[in-house]
């Protein structure tokens, strides 16, 4: 049988010849699909080893980022711990330190390492491990009213001895600060309160002590704070005497520092005290204001009343101080002989005043009749060259009550009607209008009865203190008389001896 023509015999053996090509388009198609195999996984390796070196570097970066930032952990943590500290903000008017530390030269300095103390035993106790943990202590007041009631309550005897307390305090720690707000009752409590606002969220400030509780006026502002998870945990309320009720509400801890702080009631004493104690100049020109301390006292001397003066001194820029004054003012030029009565002292009352007044006769000083100088601008002097105060006009009673009624709103100011040169203080809070002849004679009478901080040496042509004792030499019986303190109650000899050059 012969082959068919899509055959072939090969050695005896048929060959179908579609078969074999079929065959090999086949195994061309197979090698084809490997040969794409083999790219696709050339590119997939590729593209893996690329993927690997990325993420080497990431990991790399990764390493060194973690690095770097747990050593910038590892050093904040160091520095927060380094500068942690205690807040104690103190609202002064309301708080006062224990009394019997104003009587001592360093009691400021006691109360601030009391108050430093309890505040680190606190601490500790409520598990504080940080031993270096500062305190800081700021106090907002306006001096006037924790010196009126301190005063009134005879805890000091002149203000100089408040100024002294808070000198003593802030000297004594550096991070113990007195900020004296001014008048106004929102001043102090606005300064806490945004002070509060400011540390609340302090990451350096690990506890805050707010010692303002007798004033309810604070609750609506600590309200705010008492679910936010930094400000609660560190907030601490310092117990009063007389807390507010609604602090209890607050759901904050109180701490007791019972001997830093005077946890009993304050009264007002009833003593005879002459004219008020007067304003202070500190060493920076400045006056504290005093008018808190004033009374009542409705005395005669001859006919004539007493003054009471009501007001203050200040904007003097040398360093001078001006101190109380708590010895009855007359005549600023009269002198007592030794027949006359003796001053009032502490227990007399308005009527034994009167009664001692009838026999006092002031004396005018003289001069001599071999005076030299210049008497129209030099300052009268005594032979041992003490100056001397020359007669002024006493004010008739209407005239002092119409200066009475003309300070009730707002008080003059000493310096701007009294000098020359007039007040330059900074936003000076008294009274510049104009005023009349018959005003400021009275305003300089009632200014006589400040004892000059410079005392007799003083040559300042427009000084309107008073360089003597206005109850004469060794007349006074008041032991606290500021006459007395500043050396003006050694002055025996009234005769003006010569006039000396004035300082302008």
């Not at 009865?449 to 203190?465: E, L």
Request: proline residues 5%.
């Amino acid at each position: 049988m012969a082959a068919s023509p899509m055959s072939t015999n090969v050695n005896g053996t048929r060959v179908d010849n579609m078969d074999f090509l079929n065959r090999v388009s086949l195994y061309r198609q197979f090698d084809e699909r490997r040969h794409e195999e083999l790219e696709k996984f050339a590119q997939e390796y590729q593209e893996m080893q690329t993927t690997i070196a990325n993420l080497k570097a990431d990991l790399d970066d990764e390493r060194t980022s973690r690095r770097t930032w747990r050593q910038r952990a590892e050093f904040s943590d160091a520095l927060l711990t380094r500068n942690q500290f205690a807040l104690v903000l103190i609202d002064g008017d309301g708080y006062h330190f224990n009394r019997n530390l104003y009587a001592n030269e360093s009691g400021g300095a006691q109360a601030a390492h009391t108050l430093y103390t309890e505040v680190q035993q606190y601490l500790k106790a409520n598990g504080e491990t940080n031993e270096n943990i500062e305190v800081m202590t700021i106090v907002y007041l306006n001096k006037q009213v924790p010196r009126k009631v301190l005063l009134d309550a005879d805890i000091i005897q002149i203000p100089q001895q408040f100024n002294e307390f808070f000198w003593s305090f802030t000297s004594s720690r550096s991070l113990f600060q007195v900020v004296d707000c001014g008048p106004g009752k929102e001043r102090a409590d606005a300064k806490l309160r945004d002070t509060y606002r400011f540390y609340a969220n302090n990451a350096h400030c690990k506890h805050i002590f707010l010692a303002c509780c007798h004033d309810s006026g604070y609750i609506a502002e600590f309200d705010k704070y008492r679910h936010d998870p930094i400000a609660r945990p560190k907030t601490r309320l310092v117990s009063h005497g007389n807390t507010a009720n609604g602090f209890f509400n607050l759901d904050l801890p109180f701490a007791r520092f019972a001997s830093t702080f005077d946890m009993e009631p304050i009264h007002k004493v009833q003593k005879f005290t002459g004219p008020p104690t007067y304003a202070t100049r500190v060493p920076n020109g400045q006056m504290v204001d005093d008018a808190s301390s004033q009374t009542s006292l409705d005395a005669y001397i001859n006919g004539t009343r007493i003054p009471t003066p009501s007001w203050e001194q200040h904007n003097y820029t040398d360093a001078t101080t001006v101190t109380s004054v708590t010895s009855p003012p007359v005549n600023a030029w009269s002198t007592v002989t030794a027949s006359t009565a003796k001053a009032p002292t502490r227990g007399s009352t308005t009527s034994d005043l009167s009664a001692s007044a009838q026999k006092f006769e002031p004396t005018k000083p003289t001069i001599s009749k071999t005076v030299t100088g210049d008497r129209n601008n030099g300052i009268p002097v005594n032979r041992i060259n003490q100056r001397i105060d020359l007669k002024i006009q006493t004010p008739s009673q209407t005239e002092l009550d119409r200066f009475g009624k003309r300070i009730e709103e707002q008080k003059l100011c000493n310096t701007f009607h009294l000098t020359s040169g007039g007040c330059f203080a900074y936003k000076c809070g008294y009274d510049h209008s104009p005023i009349d002849q018959a005003l400021k004679r009275t305003l300089r009478y009632k200014a006589r009865a400040i004892p000059c901080g410079t005392g007799s040496k003083c040559r300042k042509a427009d000084c309107f203190y008073g360089h003597q004792c206005p109850w004469g030499n060794d007349m006074c019986t008041n032991p606290k008389c500021n006459f007395y303190k500043n050396g003006l109650h050694g002055i025996n000899d009234l005769e003006i001896a010569k006039y000396v050059p004035a300082v302008h």
